[in-house]
């Protein structure tokens, strides 16, 4: 029967799987050599697998076959004829409320000894403003798509889209995951794909700009010379020029494969008056030109915890290691960064964790070693929203 063979082939993957490389890359890879698997097999095995992962650490010890009808149960709506195959009595429940489906699920056999908490078993590790048990629900409901509009493209891309999605002011769409975005825009020109929680850095960039609280006593005169100390995927240099037009931007990163897809990214924006340079910024100190910048950006390498509600392979297999790894490249590079901040200059501290020693800590290590006065400093939380979750402090010199 299709059904035995789906969860079959399930079971085979997480068997397989080790974490070594993304799921999604992983997945691509073992459809590609399983052509007889049709679309429907493949989106079916998707949801199975992801399902499995997003449960985290919870009931860890049931078998993989019975995990994986959990996982469909918990986080999915919607579930299929599958789950009506192997589990029929659970079926009436698939639309319920989540809160309402989990009471269901811990009174069965399989879920006796499942815990909401064990998804991230990490409590103690927590920035103090995350609510762990709001948290530890967010993994069963994959986060939504969210684009940035970009100044200009207002009116066309909310009339593109026809009441597609829902419109957040002053510039946010919010999409189910699946919108095919490139069928619609040029990501990049009209619009950026980015994170509803990474949007808000603007808050922090352009105190003001997005009624966040806390930021206050900011120069009045906007920058003309950015750094993005960590560029990555450059999402964020685009959100300040977009803020700043006219911007002089300074990116850099350790990877020379960065620097090159900056350069499409930035082609595509319509930035050009920018400049890039390689560093590891964790052993070397940065080029006299770039602590001179008005406004810099350090949004540091770290665990990525909080964005795993997208890939919750990564909170399936973390080593808990890792945060002091982090946290100690995140010390280095500050080191070479903090102390060298231009006086009436501002840095913006960010990261994509939920881990104290990441955010908090990291923090008091900047006001300690260098003449930097914190403005503030937050968690963005995203899990309440279907969205990440970050964390950014403004300092100012």
């Not at 589990?87 to 909401?116: N, S, Y």
């Not at 593109?160 to 999605?165: E, M, N, R, T």
């Not at 319509?270 to 350090?298: C, M, R, T, W």
């Not at 200059?345 to 290590?365: D, G, M, P, Q």
Request: net charge neutral.
């Amino acid at each position: 029967m299709i059904f035995d063979n789906q969860l079959r082939y399930a079971t085979q993957i997480i068997e397989s799987y080790k974490g070594e490389e993304p799921l999604h890359v992983w997945l691509k890879d073992y459809f590609r050599l399983n052509k007889q698997m049709g679309s429907r097999d493949r989106k079916t095995l998707s949801t199975l697998v992801y399902g499995f992962y997003r449960l985290g650490h919870a009931a860890r010890s049931l078998a993989i076959k019975d995990r994986l009808l959990a996982g469909l149960l918990l986080c999915n709506d919607q579930p299929g004829e599958l789950l009506t195959y192997f589990k029929p009595h659970w079926t009436e429940k698939a639309a319920a409320p989540l809160p309402e489906k989990l009471d269901f699920f811990q009174r069965q056999p399989e879920g006796a000894g499942f815990r909401l908490t064990d998804i991230f078993p990490w409590k103690d590790e927590l920035s103090a403003a995350i609510d762990h048990e709001a948290f530890c629900l967010s993994f069963l409901r994959q986060p939504d798509l969210f684009l940035r509009i970009r100044p200009g493209y207002e009116n066309m891309v909310r009339e593109k889209l026809g009441g597609v999605g829902q419109f957040e002011p002053p510039s946010t769409i919010r999409l189910p995951n699946g919108f095919k975005v490139e069928d619609y825009f040029t990501p990049d020109k009209e619009v950026v794909i980015q994170d509803y929680s990474s949007q808000r850095i603007a808050g922090y960039l352009q105190p003001g700009a997005m009624d966040q609280p806390g930021v206050k006593d900011q120069p009045a005169k906007p920058p003309h010379f950015f750094w993005d100390a960590c560029a990555a995927s450059g999402g964020k240099s685009i959100l300040a020029y977009d803020l700043f037009p006219g911007l002089d931007i300074l990116v850099s990163d350790i990877r020379e494969s960065i620097i090159h897809n900056l350069k499409a990214r930035f082609q595509t924006a319509g930035i050009k008056k920018y400049h890039s340079f390689l560093a590891d910024l964790s052993k070397q100190p940065p080029p006299a030109s770039a602590v001179n910048a008005e406004l810099i950006l350090a949004d540091v390498p770290c665990t990525g915890s909080g964005t795993w509600g997208r890939t919750p392979e990564e909170l399936y297999f973390f080593d808990p290691a890792a945060i002091d790894r982090y946290s100690s490249l995140q010390k280095r590079i500050m080191a070479g960064i903090g102390p060298h901040v231009a006086p009436d200059a501002s840095l913006v501290y960010c990261t994509c964790s939920v881990f104290k020693r990441e955010n908090e800590e990291i923090i008091a290590y900047i006001r300690d070693t260098s003449r930097l006065r914190i403005q503030t400093a937050d968690n963005l939380t995203g899990y309440n929203q279907r969205a990440d979750t970050l964390f950014a402090a403004r300092f100012h010199r």
